[in-house]
């Protein structure tokens, strides 16, 4: 008997993961000494009561965690949520609107699983932003979906506007991906822009996945987000899912606790998918992941250097490489002129390791890769090594 290689088949629409194709480009990994500022991985040092709140349930390690997380963590969500966006009373049932996840990466890939089914006969579209978070592609395609790459309305670091797409296309949308703050470019969706992807999301009806995960990580003033958005328009949360982590907010990216907050009914079903393949949250984890999202003077702390590194990063660069302060996240979209070129003069010369834009995005037909120009460069180191690293970055790039 020969089995087909199905996925194998789908794999292969796939390019390698962005840190993968860093790899190869660069002949290998990081050393240990390396300034590695092509991941976004938070190195603030995580609040004290991680530590405080594990060892006081050290003594759950030997329960089986439930598939949708314990109440008391999907309360504290849900109120965490009400205080953030100024909800009504009742706008979030903690009991059927909140599921607890293992970090957003899983989620943002597996609700493609859970929505994506036949539209009218045809295959599923997806659509998502170019450039993109690489998870939106590969949840898509292995979903049996076919990946719509949406430009942004007012080029390459701005947001796109799904409402303006023909309606063909938006019939055959089974799942659309909004990132704001957005990853790479930081660039914000205001609240008008919002309201108009719910109501396209709710007039097609398909789901609308708004990964908001650098929400809590802003320069000038809190980014707008989706709930509110439904909040003021009254109809509940029908079609939309909002994604959050603790990963970044409280810079925790190893705990993996992440959350997805919206339409009961969609829910529902991410939640019995979930119960196949879905890792649930360890019980001590969980109680860390509660009490952190009822704190808010860590984030606050780490919200005030992250603006102090964007200072240095704007004393430094200057009007240089295309520079501006990103409304959120902690990403520098610095255009090059050849990201790729970039990446391998930075890391033979400086050993520093920052990601190419175009291995964020997808080649468009008319315009090439919004990217290619792109380097990704993460603040997430301390304000010394930031510094230090943004002068090596000036000096060997020049411009």
Known sequence: MTIAPHLDARLDGLPDYPFARLAKLLGGPARPDSIVMSIGEPQHRPPALVAEVLAANASLWGKYPPANGPAELRQAVADWAGRRYGLPQGLIDPEKAVLPVAGTREALYLIAQTVCGDRGGQRPLVLLPNPFYQVYAGAAVMAGADPVFVPGADGPASQPDFSTLPPDILDRTALAYVCSPANPQGSVADAALLERQVQTARRHGFVLAV?????????????????????????????????????????????????????????????????????????????????????????????????????????????????????????????????????????????MRVLPGAYLAAEDSEEGNPGSRFIRVALVHDLATTEAALARLAAILGG
């Open 211 to 351: 990964d908001e995960c650098y929400s809590e990580i802003w320069d000038k003033a809190p980014p707008p987000g989706v709930l509110s958005i439904c909040a003021a328009l009254g109809e509940g949360l029908g079609n939309v899912l909002m994604f959050n982590s603790l990963s970044k907010r409280s810079s925790v990216p190893g705990l993996r606790s992440g959350i997805v907050v919206g339409d009961e009914k969609v829910i529902h079903a991410f939640a019995r998918l979930r119960s196949y393949g879905g890792a649930a949250t360890p019980l001590p984890i969980a109680a860390v992941a509660a009490a952190l999202w009822r704190d808010e003077a860590h984030v606050r702390e780490s919200g005030d250097l992250y603006r102090a590194k964007l200072d240095v990063a704007e004393r430094i660069l200057g009007q240089r490489f295309g520079f501006y302060r990103p409304a959120g996240g902690f990403f520098l979209w610095l255009d090059v002129g050849d990201g790729e070129a970039a990446a391998v003069k930075l890391w033979r010369e400086g050993d």
